[in-house]
Every structure is written in structure tokens, then in C-alpha cells.
């Protein structure tokens, strides 16, 4: 446990919230079936730009294993767009302080590359189709003659762009109210 992410107590609470807001917000615009908003990386960009990339990554991988198990099955194998996001984050939050600047530079770089890993995924995997809230235009586009690749990569690409540049500016926004004696030991843990 000694070179883990999560050297204490505090730290383990801290990205066992972050897994909670994953879900509950993920679960909830799943449900609602929101087109081109997924809010189920909150937590892990959260964690990942406090305590780190590693306990990022393991924030979000863990998300996707337990929200499949809890809700839906087809949320495991997008484990890894999450862990992609956990470190992507963590290590830009490393070298820069997350702030609004730098949130919005890091929603577009992971509204790029969530759905470059995502689509693969969800074509290989699910046909395309793995019912959220991007599915509709997904049809609409597969039944106007785009390839199914394609059909795919647009409505998440164009939900990725609103979604982590929001979650990313709602985390630099939480970031930024938190006291910042939390967020010093925090980030002093990781550097």
C-alpha cells in the first residue's frame, strides 16, 4: 500500500465519492436519456485533478465495473474510456493548476479522445447501440447511409464536446471553492 494512489483513509474516502457522483449522475442522465450528455466522469476528473492520474484512473475504472454491475452490463467495457480520462486529467493537473483555462483545454482534449477510444467500443462491441441518450442520432445518421463507424463517432464526439468541457469547468469550479489546505495535502501526496 505504500507507493498506492490511495495512501489513506482520507484518500480512499475521497475517491469512493468520486465513484458516487460517477454513478448517480451517469445513472441519472442515462435514465433520462439525454442527448449528447453523459455526466458520468464528474467524479473521476474530480479525483484525478486532486489526488492524481493513478487514483484518477482507478476512480473511473472502478466506476464503469460497479455501475455495470449495479445498472447496466454495457458500462464495463467503457472501463477504459474512463481510465483514459482519470489519467489524461491527472497528468495535466500535475504540470498545470486546474483551473477554468485549463478545464476547458482539458474538456476539448477528452471530448477527442473519449470518443476515439468509446467508438471502437461501442461498434465491436454493441453494434453501436448501447442505450443512452446518443442512440437516436446514432440511427438517424446509420439510416442515412453514414458507415456504422461514423454513425457512431458523431453523436459521441458532439456529446463529448458539451459533456467534459462542463464536467471539467464544474471540477476547476469545486476545485476552486474547496479549502485549499485539502487540496495541498492532497496534491503534495502526489508530486
Known sequence: MKNSPFKSTNTMIFASLG???NIVFGTVVQTLQIPLLFLDTIGTIFVA???GPFAGALTGGLTNIIQGMITNPKNIPFA???VAIGLI???I?????FDYKVAVITGIILSV???LI???IAVLVFEGVTGGGTDLIFAWLLASGHKIFTAAFIPRITGNIIDKIASSLLVAFLIKKLPYDLISKKSARNA
Not at 93 to 97: E, G, R
Request: hydrophobic letters at 55%; glycine letters at 8%.
Open 19 to 21: 465513484i458516487v457522483i
Open 49 to 51: 485533478a486532486v489526488l
Open 80 to 82: 477504459i474510456v474512463n
Open 89 to 91: 486529467v491527472g497528468f
Open 93 to 97: 493537473a500535475k504540470k498545470y493548476k
Open 113 to 115: 479522445i473519449a470518443p
Open 118 to 120: 468509446g467508438t471502437p
